[in-house]
């Protein structure tokens, strides 16, 4: 690099061809990166083209466009540009504050990996601005990893349009405070997610493309759901009135609280083999929403502390293009001190559909009861005695405290029918094969939801339908499953010779 020392800092280096036909493109601290990414861009599309590596010294880079930092042009799909920060995201930002609607934007874009930065983009009036992070339409082969959100509205937001699509993104290992206040009816307030995949269609639309969603080990704070994959389809005043059934959301490893009325860590409208696992969902309005979902499994969660419901299950309304035989599986979690119901299921359309099968959980000192039903159209409102096939649930200690929720959809669960309604069970019938003990966690007050050795429910989870292979904590489940998120691991005795002090004559 000695060769370039004479060079003024603003410019790039001379791309290079480095082994394994990968091009490095370097950006010198207030160097131009909007310059290395077009670049980046020629070489992909170009007559020979090679992978690119950008790598950022660290510095602050700030886009001159009103886009944000554009990567459309990155789209080959043979070929791959990562753009990478050299020390991380705490000395390397992307900064669009008061300056463009978003860090990174992207139409088409194809294999582009996005990998540690701190992208910021802060707000305070969205009159002129959003404030996004990186936004991305119709991408696909995208990978956001390593990176810290600070940012006024969604940290990650991609949209699909095209219903034939199948797109892949991953958002992993990040880190990120996004949205704005805490009241959303107050001036200034912005709902902002960490990682959302919009596919928003018109009533008729053929959608064909199965696009995959991968969220993990990130840890979000937002004002809006943390978590969204929604594939609805939205009337002429873009109110959601059903569902595609295309497309998945793997979010797994994940540690999320959120603060806006009616939102949720995870919010699922649509698709499919859903896979929601090992997450934290706490201290924040609702645990999750999985709305109109054909299929998938919620395991291995830990649930807790939120001020409204855990599990917000919907029939929602009619659904396109259904999966047969596939099944909605709630199984081993830890559903605790969560203000609102434990379990909700909804039946919005008056068919009974799509309920799940709950078992293996502990659900547990919730305030407005454990499991619920309830069938609400435009011209009914009832519990409804329904089988969600629950078994070898711990259903215990859940109360009727909660008369105040705030979401007023679901605010009467539990409460505003006493014949009907009981703390554990409301329009649920108890097939009789769960059980009703105290769980014995190690350590509550410290968030520690994990059970003692002597718990009763070591060993109690039912044998006859699948287990996950891990818990929450990554311990292999043996045969005869524990109920909840974790499983009890016996502590290894390990043979330790006790040698003498001093060694003896026989020692020598």
Not at 111 to 136: A, H
Not at 155 to 166: A, E, V
Not at 385 to 394: C, E, G, I, L, R
Not at 420 to 442: K, R
């Amino acid at each position: 690099m000695s060769l370039f020392s004479f060079m003024p800092m603003v410019l790039l280096v001379t791309p290079m061809p480095a082994q394994a036909q990968v091009t490095v493109i370097q950006v010198p601290s207030g160097g131009d990166l909007q310059g290395a990414i077009n670049q980046a861009a020629a070489i992909v599309t170009g007559p020979t083209p090679t992978d690119v590596l950008i790598k950022v010294a660290p510095g602050t880079y700030v886009p001159k466009a009103f886009p944000g930092f554009e990567v459309s042009g990155i789209n080959n799909p043979l070929f791959t540009v990562t753009l990478q920060s050299e020390e991380g995201p705490a000395v390397t930002i992307i900064d669009s504050s008061s300056v463009a609607n978003n860090g990174i934007r992207g139409f088409g874009t194809r294999n582009m990996v996005v990998d540690g930065f701190t992208i910021r983009n802060r707000i305070p009036d969205q009159t002129n601005f959003v404030g996004r992070g990186v936004f991305m339409r119709d991408a696909t082969g995208i990978t956001v990893q390593h990176c810290h959100f600070d940012t006024t509205a969604h940290g990650t937001l991609f949209q699909i349009t095209d219903p034939t699509l199948s797109s892949h993104v991953s958002v992993v290992n990040n880190t990120g405070v996004v949205g704005q206040g805490t009241d959303p009816n107050a001036p200034g307030s912005a709902a902002g997610g960490g990682a959302s995949m919009t596919l928003f269609f018109s009533p008729g639309t053929s959608v064909t493309g199965e696009s995959r969603f991968v969220v993990a080990d990130n840890v979000f704070r937002c004002t809006t759901s943390c978590v969204r994959y929604l594939n609805a389809v939205l009337d002429a005043n873009g109110n959601a009135i059903g569902s595609f059934s295309n497309g998945s959301l793997e979010m797994s490893g994940n540690d999320v609280a959120n603060s806006f009325f009616a939102t949720a860590g995870f919010n699922i409208i649509g698709g499919h083999g859903h896979v929601i696992a090992g997450n934290r969902i706490h201290d924040g309005i609702s645990g999750g929403f999985f709305q109109g979902a054909v299929s998938g499994v919620i395991e291995n969660n830990v649930i807790f502390n939120n001020s409204e419901h855990a599990l917000f299950v919907t029939s929602f309304a009619p659904i396109s293009q259904d999966f047969p035989g596939e099944d909605r599986i709630i199984r081993h979690n830890t559903i605790v001190n969560n203000a609102g119901t434990g379990i909700v299921y909804v039946d919005s359309i008056g068919t009974q559909a799509l309920l799940p099968n709950v078992y293996n959980n502990v659900i547990a000192f919730n305030d407005a009861g454990g499991v619920a039903a309830v069938e609400q159209t435009a011209s009914t409102f009832a519990f409804i005695p329904v089988s969600f096939n629950v078994a070898k649930n711990d259903n215990y200690g859940n109360t009727l405290r909660n008369f105040g929720l705030s979401f007023s959809t679901v605010n009467y669960i539990g409460i505003s029918n006493p014949s009907a309604a009981a703390p554990d069970y409301s329009g649920v019938i108890n097939t009789g094969l769960d059980l009703s003990v105290v769980p014995g966690f190690n350590a509550p007050q410290f968030q520690d939801f994990s059970l003692m050795p002597h718990s009763m429910l070591v060993n109690a989870g039912i044998t006859s339908r699948p287990t996950p292979f891990q818990d929450f904590a990554g311990h292999l489940r043996d045969a005869q499953p524990d109920i909840g998120a974790f499983e009890v691991v016996p502590t290894p005795v390990i043979n330790v010779r006790s040698n003498p002090l001093r060694r003896g004559p026989k020692d020598q």
